[in-house]
């Protein structure tokens, strides 16, 4: 019998087509059933840390103002929201956070709060996190503040860190990828004016040239605003410092030519590795 003789006589045969539908399915289990005994779980514990990973899912900003930086992550960088939640306390939340930076306290003979480290499990503080999708990355905004205070606009615990150099170990930034067909100057520009158009004038690029004061900085030329590399292995890479409306390390990069061949090359590479 033909393939198309055998076909129509299955379209036309309600009980024959139930018969290979059957098929169909048991074989479709098997399937499942042989790839599953290829992956068990007791495999997937035995792969090296990094096998095990999917990747990076965010990064955390602990901020003193929630709604300012969330108009900063949404409305000027144009991140979505994806999820907020809050008033979190009690000793699951602050042994889950806080637990090491407790036991390092009493072991120096000191109260915890001294050292910046709320009461949640009390009930003293709260904590509210707001989620925001980028294109390939979710950044958390974290708030921790006094029970009174109302979520968003309320005060923070802590007054911010003031020793807010990048250069010092435990200093964390969070990098946005510009698009290829950008004008990297004219964002940087485009950024800082945005930002004080909302009041927050503490949203500062650095530049590639040495001043002295504010208003030097302001008055450079706009293709000052980026460093662009075309030596050596970063050849294609461009980046500026930032920082943002808490005072958070924020960098901004685009990346072409060879440096953009060297990060997809390794991309492709580890997606291969993986499959």
């Known amino acids: 019998m033909s393939d198309e003789t055998d076909h129509l006589q299955t379209r036309n045969d309600p009980a024959r087509r139930d018969v290979m539908r059957a098929a169909g399915a048991a074989a479709l289990v098997a399937v499942a059933a042989s790839a599953s005994a290829v992956s068990t779980p007791a495999m997937a ?20 103002s929630m709604n300012r930086a969330f108009e900063f992550y949404t409305e000027v960088l144009g991140g ?24 390092d306290a009493r072991a120096r ?10 009461d949640m499990r009390g009930g003293a503080q709260r904590l509210d996190v707001r989620f925001i999708q980028f294109d390939n990355v979710v950044i958390e905004l974290l708030q921790y503040r006094d029970a009174t205070q109302p979520q968003g606009s309320g005060h923070s615990f802590a007054a911010a860190n003031e020793l807010t150099s990048p250069a010092y170990p435990r200093s964390m930034h969070v990098c946005f990828y510009l698009r290829d067909d950008v004008d990297f100057n004219q964002f940087v520009r485009d950024l800082e004016a945005e930002s004080a158009r909302r009041g927050m004038t503490n949203v500062r690029a650095n530049r590639i040239v040495t001043v002295a004061t504010e208003q030097q900085r302001r008055e450079v030329p706009l293709d000052s605003n980026s460093n662009a590399i ?8 461009s980046l500026i410092y930032c920082k943002g409306p808490e005072g958070e390390q924020l960098e901004f990069v685009q990346v072409l030519g060879p440096a953009k061949q060297v990060f997809d090359g ?8 993986q499959r």
């Open 109 to 118: 003979g000191i109260n915890p709060r001294t050292v910046g480290i709320p």
């Open 45 to 64: 514990q035995s792969r090296p840390l990094g096998a095990r990973l999917r990747g990076v899912q965010h990064f955390g900003i602990t901020v003193q």
């Open 230 to 237: 075309t030596e050596g292995p970063s050849a294609g890479w």
């Open 266 to 273: 390794a991309l492709e590479r580890r997606t291969k590795a």
């Open 80 to 103: 979505q929201e994806i999820m907020r939640d809050g008033d979190f306390q009690g000793d699951r939340i602050q042994n889950t956070l806080l637990l090491t930076e407790e036991i």
